[in-house]
C-alpha cells in the first residue's frame, strides 16, 4: 500500500466494519436478493441488457455528434447548454447562474457529487440543500455518499434518529421511520417553498427531443423541476442516447438492477423548460419565463472514450448492482470501497477517469475479480477487467522501486519495477510453489515456524493467522509420467494441472486422473502450470500475457492433434474460456475456449455421451454438502458438478452463499484477512445448520478449500476426490 501500511489499512477497515458493516450487509443484500427475484419475471431480461448495451455503445461511439444534436435541440426549444471541460469550468458557470444568497434546492446527483458543487456554492454565499432523504441525512451529516443509489445505506434508523436530535432539537419523538420521513419532509418543504433554483442530475437525455429522464424513489426531483423559474441540469455527457425510443430497455432495468424494483417509484420524463407553472410571493406564476441551463460535463471523458480499456465505463448507468453483488462491498460498503466520488466494482474505472489513479488505488484491491457483478450489470460492463487494467496502471506508475529482482526468471519491467513486494510474491507464486515442493517438506517446517510467520507479515503481508499451504514433495507432473493410461482409449485429453494442484493439492489431481481412466481417456499432464491468474489478480498484465503464451505454445498442439484440454481449478479455466480473450489473438483464444472443459463438467460429457458411470465411486447415499466456486458459477457449471455427484448417489446439500469470501490471494493479505472472514462467515453459518451440519463438506476450487478449512476446521475434499475410484 502507498498511502497506508497495511497494519493500518486493516485497521481502517474494521473500524468501518464495525461501524457501518451491518446496515450495509442488511440493505446491499435485500437489494441484490431483489434483483435476482424480479428480473426472475423477465421472460426477456437477456434481450432487454443486450438491447441496452447496442444502445450504449452506439451512443458512446457517436458521442460527439449526439452532444452537437442535444445542443441544438435544447436551444430550439428555449433552453441553453454549457459543455464545461472540468470541474472547475462546471462550477464557475454554475455559479453565475446563482446570486451568493440564493436558495438552491437539489435532488440527487453524482455528478454533481463528483464536480463538489455544493461546496463550491456555498463558499459563494449561496445556501444549497439536498432534497433527497438520504442525502439530506449526509448533508445535515457532513459525510460523503457510500452507494451510488442510496447514499445514507451505511446509516442505521437509530442513527439517523440520533443525528436529527442533537442537531435540530425536535419537540416530537423520532421513534420510526414514518417519524424520520415526516420531520424531514417537513423541513425540506421549507426548503422548496423558499427555493431560488432547482438543481438536477440527468438518468439519461435524449439528443431526438432535449428530453430528460430522472429516476427518484421519493418524486423529488420532480419537486426540484417545478418549484423555481430556474432549473439546472448537470450530467456527464457520458448520459446522452439518441432517442425516446432508446429509454425503453433502461425503465425496465435500471430499478430491478439497482434495487429490486419492478419500477422506481418515480420515472419522470420531462423536456425542459417545463411549461408547469410556479408559485410566486402570493400566486402561481406563469412557466413563459422559466430558465433551463443544461451544464454538460466532460471532465476526463472524452478522454475515457478514447481509451480502449476504460471506455466501457461510460456504458454505466449508475444503477449500483455491483456493488449489491460484491460480497467485499456488502461488508465493507463504499467509504472503503470507493473513492472520492463513486462506490463499488465501476469506481474503478469511473475514479481513474475522472479523478485519478491516486483516488483508485486506495479501494482498487477489494475487487477481487470473482466476476459475478458482469452478470449482474444491465448493460454488461466487464468491470473486473477494467479493475485489472487500472491495477496494472497504479503497478506501472508506483514509484517505489525498493523491490526490483527476477522473478520466474523474467526480467522485471515497467510493470514490475514499482510493485509492493506483496504483490510480487502472490503475482510469482509458481516460483515459490516450485521451490516449495523441491525442498519439501523442509520448506512447510520453515513456512509454518512462528518467526518466520512474523517476517513473512512483515515483510509480504501475509496474515500469520492463516494456514500456510502444504507443499508436496512428489508432484502431480511426477506421478502421472509414472502411469500407464487404458489400452484402448476412448478419448485423450490433456490435464493442465494449475500450480496448486501440481505442487500442493496434488491429491485432487491424482483423482481427476483416476476419474479420467476409469471412463477410459488416456490423460496426458500438461508441462505447464500456471495460466497467468495469479498474476492477473495482481493487475500484472504483462507477466499474465507471457504465461498466457505459455499455455498457449503448450496446448494448442494437443489441440490440434484432437485432445480435449482438461482443468481442475475454475479459475484456471476462466482464463482459458474468458480472459485469454484480452490477453492473446482472437485465432490462439477461440481455440483454446473452445476445447477447455472443467474437470466435472468433462466427466458429466462423458457419463451423458455412454460412459460406465459403474466405473466411478458409489456414492451410497453418503451425506455432503457442496460449496461451487464462484468463477465456476458465473462459467454455469456448478449444476455440472451436483449432476454427477447426485447420479452417483450422493445425498447432496448445496450452497446458495455466493463467495466464500478467500479469492486466492485476497483472503491471505494482511489488510483483507478480516473482510475475507467475514464474507466466509455467512458460509459457515449455512454449513452450520441443521441440515447441513455432520456432512462432508466439499468444493470445487482452491480458495474455497482453504477457506472452509479455515472457517470448519476440517479438511475440505474436491468433490472430484470423491467420484474416483
Not at 457501518?20 to 446491499?28: D, H, K, L, Q
Not at 485432487?508 to 479420467?516: M, S, V
Not at 476445447?595 to 466435472?600: A, D, R, T
Not at 457419463?607 to 459403474?614: I, S, T
Request: net charge negative; proline share 3%; with cysteine.
Amino acid at each position: 500500500m502507498s498511502r497506508k501500511s497495511k497494519r493500518a489499512k486493516a485497521a481502517q477497515i474494521r473500524e468501518t466494519m464495525a461501524a457501518e458493516g451491518a446496515s450495509v450487509r442488511e440493505n446491499t443484500r435485500g437489494f441484490n436478493q431483489g434483483r435476482y427475484d424480479t428480473v426472475a419475471d423477465l421472460e426477456n431480461y437477456e434481450e432487454l441488457k443486450d438491447e441496452a448495451r447496442r444502445i450504449k455503445e452506439d451512443a458512446i461511439e457517436r458521442l460527439p455528434e449526439l452532444i452537437d444534436q442535444l445542443t441544438e435541440t435544447i436551444e430550439a426549444n428555449g433552453g441553453t447548454v454549457y459543455l464545461a471541460e472540468d470541474e472547475a469550468d462546471a462550477n464557475e458557470y454554475i455559479a453565475s447562474l446563482v446570486e451568493s444568497d440564493e436558495t438552491v434546492v437539489k435532488s440527487k446527483s453524482m455528478t454533481t457529487e463528483e464536480i463538489e458543487v455544493n461546496e463550491h456554492l456555498e463558499a459563494e454565499g449561496a445556501n444549497v440543500v439536498e432534497t433527497d432523504l438520504g442525502e439530506w441525512v449526509l448533508q445535515v451529516a457532513d459525510e460523503a455518499p457510500s452507494h451510488l443509489v442510496a447514499p445514507a445505506i451505511h446509516k442505521s434508523r437509530e442513527s439517523i434518529a440520533e443525528l436529527f436530535r442533537e442537531q435540530f432539537d425536535p419537540d416530537r419523538p423520532l421513534d420510526t421511520p414514518e417519524d424520520l420521513t415526516a420531520f424531514a419532509s417537513e423541513y425540506l418543504a421549507d426548503a422548496f417553498e423558499n427555493a431560488d433554483v432547482g438543481m438536477t442530475g440527468a438518468n439519461f437525455l435524449t439528443a431526438d427531443s432535449g428530453s430528460m429522464m430522472l429516476v427518484t424513489s421519493e418524486g423529488n426531483a420532480r419537486k426540484t423541476v417545478t418549484a423555481t423559474d430556474r432549473h439546472v441540469a448537470v450530467a456527464g455527457v457520458e448520459k446522452i442516447v439518441p432517442s425516446v425510443e432508446d429509454l425503453q430497455p433502461f425503465v425496465e432495468l435500471i430499478g430491478r438492477s439497482g434495487t429490486g424494483q419492478d419500477i422506481t417509484a418515480y420515472i419522470s420524463l420531462l423536456t425542459p423548460p417545463v411549461e408547469t407553472a410556479t408559485f410566486g410571493e402570493d400566486e402561481l406564476e406563469g412557466s413563459d419565463d422559466r430558465d433551463f441551463h443544461l451544464v454538460l460535463i466532460d471532465n476526463g471523458r472524452m478522454a475515457m472514450r478514447e481509451d480502449e480499456q476504460l471506455r466501457e465505463t461510460l456504458y454505466c448507468i449508475r444503477c449500483s448492482a455491483c456493488a449489491n453483488t460484491c460480497a467485499n462491498f456488502q461488508q465493507v460498503g463504499g467509504h472503503e470501497f470507493g473513492g472520492e466520488t463513486y462506490t463499488g466494482g465501476i469506481a474503478g474505472g469511473w475514479e481513474t477517469g475522472v479523478h485519478g489513479l491516486d483516488s483508485s488505488e486506495e479501494f482498487v484491491d477489494l475487487c477481487t475479480g470473482c466476476s459475478r457483478c458482469v452478470e449482474a450489470c444491465p448493460v454488461g460492463i466487464d468491470i473486473p477487467w477494467i479493475n485489472t487494467v487500472v491495477r496494472d496502471r497504479i503497478n506501472r506508475g508506483a514509484e517505489d522501486h525498493s523491490y526490483d529482482f527476477l522473478v520466474d526468471g523474467l526480467t522485471p519491467d515497467a510493470e514490475e519495477g514499482g510493485m509492493s513486494l506483496q504483490k510480487r510474491f502472490f503475482g510469482n507464486f509458481v516460483t515459490v510453489a516450485k521451490l516449495g515442493s523441491l525442498f519439501a517438506p523442509v520448506s512447510n517446517r520453515l513456512a509454518s515456524f512462528g518467526p518466520n510467520r512474523w517476517i513473512a507479515e512483515r515483510l509480504l503481508g501475509v496474515d500469520q493467522r492463516r494456514d500456510m499451504p502444504q507443499f508436496s514433495r512428489e508432484t502431480l507432473k511426477k506421478w502421472a509420467s509414472e502411469r500407464d493410461g487404458p489400452a484402448d482409449p476412448d478419448r485423450e485429453v490433456v490435464f493442465m494441472a494449475d500450480t496448486y494442484t501440481n505442487y500442493m493439492h496434488v491429491e485432487r489431481g491424482k483423482a481427476a486422473i483416476r476419474a479420467l481412466e476409469a471412463l477410459n481417456v488416456d490423460v496426458e499432464v500438461a508441462d505447464v502450470t500456471e495460466s497467468g491468474r495469479a498474476a492477473l489478480s495482481q493487475g500484472m498484465v504483462a507477466t499474465a500475457t507471457r504465461h498466457g503464451e505459455r499455455v498457449a505454445d503448450e496446448l494448442l498442439p494437443h489441440v490440434e492433434d484432437g485432445r480435449d484440454v482438461v482443468i481442475v481449478e475454475p479459475s484456471d479455466l476462466a482464463m482459458l474460456r474468458d480472459d485469454y480473450g484480452r490477453l492473446l489473438d482472437a485465432e490462439t483464444y477461440e481455440q483454446l475456449s473452445e476445447n477447455s472443459y472443467e474437470i466435472l463438467e468433462y466427466v458429466y460429457g462423458l457419463l451423458e455421451n455412454g460412459a460406465d458411470a459403474d466405473a466411478l465411486r458409489d456414492g451410497n447415499g453418503t451425506e455432503i454438502a457442496y460449496h461451487g466456486h464462484c468463477q465456476q458459477r458465473t462459467l454455469g457449471l456448478a449444476a455440472h458438478t451436483e449432476a454427477v455427484l447426485e447420479e452417483l448417489g450422493y445425498d447432496l446439500v448445496t450452497s446458495d452463499v455466493e463467495c466464500c469470501g478467500m479469492a486466492g490471494s485476497f483472503g491471505f493479505k494482511q489488510q483483507y484477512y478480516d473482510v475475507s472472514m467475514a464474507v466466509g462467515e455467512e458460509l459457515r453459518e449455512q454449513f452450520s445448520t441443521p441440515e447441513a451440519e455432520g456432512r462432508t463438506i466439499v468444493a470445487s476450487g482452491t480458495s474455497c478449500h482453504d477457506q472452509l478449512t479455515d472457517l470448519m476446521k476440517q479438511d475440505v475434499p474436491h468433490p472430484i476426490e470423491l467420484v474416483a475410484p
